[in-house]
T-cell receptor
Framework: GEDVEQSLFLSVREGDSSVINCTYT??????LYWYKQEPGAGLQLLTY?????DMKQDQRLTVLLNKKDKHLSLRIADTQTGDSAIYFC??????????FGAGTTVTVRA | EAQVTQNPRYLITVTGKKLTVTCSQN?????MSWYRQDPGLGLRQIYY???????DKGDVPEGYKVSRKEKRNFPLILESPSPNQTSLYFC???????????????FGQGTRLTVV
């Protein structure tokens, strides 16, 4: 089955790095994604990684994928107040099936 | 501007009164889908559509209907809403499956539905 799990809350000081973790269960997943949801808004695709990659960097964002442990993480460098949001991990199980985690609420404190 | 537009943004209704939430995209996307978001559960897929007149059930289709008569529109219909359908609903559209990044790339702003 497809189960995506992530911790529900993360508090981080402005300027520090944030690390959001996610575990997934379906080893056949082709792509894994991180979405950001700001208050009152829909989801915004932040970044994604193909399953044959270990790492992907995109400006302040670094995605790490450990296929053996089925563990995905998102690191945000130099966290800013604008990074306060809910972050969802998701896996593509097949062409028409996307499974989401419950979301991690990130709070950035001054 | 590329966007997915949902209406209404907020809706309070009574049990059993049929309602429709509209969704429209202006990107000529073939694939569209509906999700509901509930606290602690993340997003769960209700229905999806691969193209005009082609729809299929997601994980939680009970109590919902959809139609795809035109490429740009994908309305969600609740024939007889019940309180357990109180939720935040999102419509999404994407590039065709198989084309990277192979995901729902555009989401609407959401419809908060309360059924009393």
């Amino acid at each position: 089955g497809e189960d995506v799990e992530q911790s529900l809350f993360l508090s981080v000081r402005e300027g520090d790095s944030s690390v959001i973790n996610c575990t997934y269960t379906d080893s056949s997943s082709t792509y894994l994604y991180w979405y950001k949801q700001e208050p009152g808004a829909g989801l915004q695709l932040l970044t994604y990684i193909f399953s044959n990659m270990d790492m992907k960097q995109d400006q302040r964002l670094t995605v790490l994928l450990n296929k053996k442990d089925k563990h995905l993480s998102l690191r945000i460098a130099d966290t800013q107040t604008g990074d306060s949001a809910i972050y969802f991990c998701a896996e593509r199980v097949h062409d028409y099936k996307l499974s989401f985690g419950a979301g991690t609420t990130v709070t950035v404190r001054a | 501007e590329a966007q997915v537009t949902q209406n209404p943004r907020y809706l309070i209704t009574v049990t059993g009164k049929k309602l429709t939430v509209t969704c429209s995209q202006n990107m000529n996307h073939e694939y569209m889908s509906w999700y509901r978001q509930d606290p602690g559960l993340g997003l769960r897929q209700i229905y999806y559509s691969m193209n005009v007149e082609v729809t299929d059930k997601g994980d939680v289709p009970e109590g919902y209907k959809v139609s795809r008569k035109e490429k740009r529109n994908f309305p969600l219909i609740l024939e007889s809403p019940s309180p357990n359908q109180t939720s935040l609903y999102f419509c999404a559209s994407s590039f065709s499956p198989g084309q990277a990044p192979n995901t729902e790339a555009f989401f609407g702003q959401g419809t908060r539905l309360t059924v009393v």
